[in-house]
């Protein structure tokens, strides 16, 4: 995630690079303002885990 995208999500950077390097993990209010930063909607950031995760059961 870019500092523009960083910045407009109000997050801090840091925090970002936590979470893309799986460091950490996102609460509900981050994962808004993520979509929002990346002017996309939350399913598009969840999707792909929510699809691995129903593979594994």
Known sequence: MGEAQSDASGLE???VGRLERGGSQPTLLALLKLAKGLDCEV???IG???RAFR???
Do not use: A, M, N
Request: aromatic share 8%.
């Open 43 to 45: 399913v598009e950031l």
């Open 55 to 57: 593979r594994r059961k």
């Open 48 to 50: 792909p885990v929510e």
């Open 13 to 15: 950077r840091s925090y």
